[in-house]
């Protein structure tokens, strides 16, 4: 009973130890609330160049506090339940519209935005917010196919239906999501990526079916690590996926075909918790600043929707089609919509059934 | 006398907080939410759903055969070597290097599987050296097996050995010294004295194994689909938590039919 008693208390000596040391920790790296001279940033993990928020905090005077999420889902599920008070957060498009629904964004006061004229009118004006009520762009991107050029020849995969060529039997690798899937496959039938008509989903999912026996794995982030570790030889994923395991692998190459993909935005919102507005609107300030958005587009290596910041961009990045597609393609690019709960789970239905199917 | 009851009572009161909040809560909230529809009404129309898919169903048949398969794998593997784990001289130092690996983060494991396993792996690179070619290994049923069984098999191991050396070494020689001989003993006394272990080893590996998802798709992917990837699905993707709970009751049920299948029947063991 005495030994038990003294590792009783021994375990909570330790514990008051740990608990104090973090507190001290948290209180001089100035994280968590508290104090008005902070911005709380929810965004996701590794998107934005940490030197950045020091700039930021040396500007302005403010303390940016960065927490990280790893999916849209995530986010709104901790915005809505509003422990935390987040100041900006930096949800997908179709989250921002399901996000307004639910009441959970603060306008923004245009009067107040000094760098609004800086983005290209082509990003701005969204179906998903419309005059930019509540977001301002941060990145935007793509869904395509990424390929290696040791196993077969640029001209192997320029569309989507090429994907379905019997030379490519268990090589192709899908990103685990119903809507980017069914997308590209809905795009070769040409139909929308926002359809709801049940037979024009059947079809799709027919079609898919036959896609079977070319697909290796069904996955998710781990593409870009297998693409440059050579374990497949061509993968549909997002841009900004491509770009990364493009910098492990100088043989892979990313193709958006040119009849239509997934155009992707992540925009900076304000969301109904936020408590430092004026911390908020100086970092929306400081983040449209084109060399500061030139800084943190070449860090990222997504595409940025600054038009002034890509100006300043590198001749190498800047002209890549890679990553920014000519007009053209640019013009057959469609953006998600939320679709509502109830097309989400046909959607999402459809893909299981899919992921179902024997080889 | 009274005070004594007293005192008992206030030692349970940490006790039963933790079973009503940690245990009895959630399961209720599963319940209740799985018996629901989005706008909060009582109905059993999940558990309709469930039942009438064939992919569910199928889903559900996938998941207890690679349940049962895992198992299977790892008591193959693990009695024998509980058993000669126990004739070691220095068997706790041995046990312990069983046990090792389940100091490490299973994320971390399965990620060295994706190194030894992938095309340009150690795997791959060991047999090029005999002059074959390189295979495809992961994403296949096998490699899913594979780290399934590697991962659970100290779950199995443990209370095997635990039960093998609670038997007295005096059984056997009993056992030996009535004219038994080495596969007799095996069979008619160690075996069935190690039954509780393997049991309790069947219920440690069987029922999480109900559930994996992370390895059905880094090791799988996905090409191996079970109720995990399901629930997960239904929670974070199409946030429709009252089909996900219904999965999740369901999960529960058949983990408790394993829990009765698998327990001791007292009135067998008592008998002396």
């Keep these: 009973m005495k030994k038990l008693l003294t590792s009783v208390v021994a375990i909570l000596a330790v514990v008051a130890v740990l608990f104090t040391a973090q507190r001290y920790l948290a209180a001089k790296t100035g994280s968590g609330e508290g104090g008005s001279k902070v911005l709380n940033l929810y965004n996701w993990g590794d998107y934005i160049d940490p030197a950045l928020l020091k700039k930021f905090t040396k500007e302005t005077g403010y303390k940016v506090s960065y927490e990280t999420f790893d999916s849209n ?60 009520k509540y977001s301002v762009p941060y990145f935007w991107g793509t869904l395509g196919i990424i390929y290696n050029d040791k196993y077969l020849k640029a001209s192997d995969v320029q569309h989507w239906d090429d ?19 069914l997308g590209f496959t809905l795009i070769t039938q040409g139909k929308s990526v926002n359809d709801k008509s049940t037979a024009d989903l059947a079809a799709a999912q027919g079609k898919l079916t ?3 026996p070319n697909v290796k794995a069904i996955i998710a982030d781990e593409i870009k690590m297998y693409m440059a570790q050579d ?8 841009s900004g996926e491509a770009s990364e395991a493009m910098a492990n692998n100088k043989h892979l190459h990313y193709v958006v ?15 109904k918790t936020a408590k430092h507005t004026a911390a908020a609107y100086a970092f929306l300030n400081f983040i449209s600043e084109p060399k500061n958005a030139a800084q943190n587009a070449e860090y990222i290596g997504y595409a940025t929707p600054n038009k002034k910041a890509l100006a300043l961009l590198p001749k190498s990045i800047r002209e890549d089609k890679q990553f920014y597609p000519d007009a053209k393609t640019v013009s057959h690019l469609q953006v998600y919509s939320d679709l509502g709960q109830k097309w989400t789970e046909k959607y999402n239905d459809a893909f299981l059934e899919f992921k179902m199917t024997q080889r | 006398m009274k005070s004594k009851q007293q005192r008992q009572l206030f030692y349970l009161v940490p006790y039963g907080a933790w079973l009503l909040l940690f245990v009895i809560a959630p399961l209720v909230l599963l319940l209740f939410q799985s018996l629901t529809n989005a706008n909060g009404g009582l109905t059993l129309h999940n558990y309709a759903v469930y039942f009438g898919s064939g ?3 199928r889903m559900t048949f996938n998941s207890v055969w690679f349940a049962f398969l895992i198992t299977l794998i790892t008591l193959v593997i693990s009695y024998p070597m509980a058993y000669l784990l126990n004739q070691l001289k220095q068997k706790q130092f041995w046990l312990l290097l069983v046990i090792l690996p389940t100091w490490i983060n299973l994320l971390l494991k399965t990620y060295a ?8 792996g150690t795997v791959n690179n060991f047999m090029s050296f005999f002059g074959i070619a390189p295979q495809q290994l992961l994403f296949s049923d096998w490699s899913f097996l594979l780290v399934a069984a590697y991962i659970e098999i100290p779950f199995m191991i443990l209370p095997i050995f635990n039960s093998l050396a609670e038997i007295d070494p005096k059984l056997e020689q009993a056992s030996r010294d009535l004219g038994a001989n080495k596969w007799q003993t095996l069979r008619r006394v160690i075996l069935p004295l190690s039954m509780p272990g393997v049991k309790a080893g069947i219920q440690a ?38 089909l996900g709970s219904t999965i999740g009751v369901i999960l529960i049920v058949a983990m408790v039919v394993t829990m009765i299948l698998t327990r001791d029947r007292v009135k067998k063991n008592t008998r002396k």
Excluded: C
């Design chain 1, 73 to 132: 889902e995530a986010m709104f599920t901790k915005v809505k339940q509003g422990g935390t008070s987040y100041d900006l957060a930096v949800p997908s498009e179709y989250m921002i519209e399901k996000m307004k629904a639910a009441n959970l964004l603060l306008p923004l006061d245009h009067q107040k935005l000094t760098g609004l004229k800086n983005y290209d009118s082509r990003f701005l004006n969204q179906s998903f917010d419309r005059h930019n």
């Design chain 1, 163 to 181: 994907l379905w060529s019997s030379k490519f039997k268990n090589q192709v690798m899908l990103i685990d999501s119903a809507r980017d899937v």
């Design chain 1, 210 to 212: 036959t896609l079977m």
């Design chain 1, 231 to 238: 374990e497949a030889s061509i993968a549909v994923t997002y």
């Design chain 1, 257 to 271: 075909p040119s009849e239509g993909s997934n155009l992707w935005f992540d925009n900076i919102v304000m969301p």
């Design chain 2, 55 to 57: 992919t569910y169903l």
């Design chain 2, 113 to 120: 599987f994706i190194g030894l396993l992938s095309k340009t």
């Design chain 2, 205 to 242: 590996v069987f029922i999480p194994s109900l559930s994996l998802f992370m390895i059905t798709r880094l090791i799988g992917g996905n090409r191996v689909i079970t109720l995990g990837t399901a629930i997960e699905e239904h929670f974070l993707v199409t946030q429709n938590w009252q």
